[in-house]
């Protein structure tokens, strides 16, 4: 079992508590007992709250480490997909060139052919 420390100022209020509790014809032996009863229970408290507070503690930083993994996963998804688009965006009009070269092309050898036939 491991042995903690009560601090003075929860062995005086633990003290306290127990002497307002006092029943007439108690002995001061009993009410020392009472208060060691009541010592534990602060302590025991306080471990408990400091267990929980270090359980939600890890909680809060697993969830803040999983929303950075999230952000940083989306930055690096968009980046490509910038790229991506970008190049979409460059080869789209490159394409839509292209085609206007093509028809300039054709319908002036459509035109070329017309001339050189009469």
């Known amino acids: ?3 903690t420390t ?6 005086k209020e633990a003290m306290d508590v127990a002497k307002a509790t006092q029943k007439p014809g108690q002995t001061k032996e009993q009410t020392k007992l009472i208060a ?3 010592e534990k ?13 270090r359980q ?5 930083k697993k969830l803040d480490a999983k929303q950075e993994q999230l952000n940083e996963s989306s930055t690096q998804e968009s980046s ?10 460059s080869t789209g009009s490159a394409y839509v060139t292209f085609a206007y070269v093509a ?6 050898w459509i035109a070329f052919h017309m001339i ?3």
């Open 1 to 3: 079992m491991v042995k």
């Open 6 to 11: 009560v601090s003075e100022q929860t062995q």
């Open 36 to 38: 060691k009863g009541i």
């Open 41 to 53: 229970g602060i302590a025991e408290y306080k471990k408990r709250q400091k267990e929980k507070a």
């Open 56 to 60: 939600l503690d890890k909680k809060r």
């Open 80 to 89: 490509p997909q910038r790229v991506r688009q970008a190049s979409e965006t």
């Open 103 to 108: 028809l300039a092309l054709s319908w002036t």
């Open 116 to 118: 050189s036939q009469h």
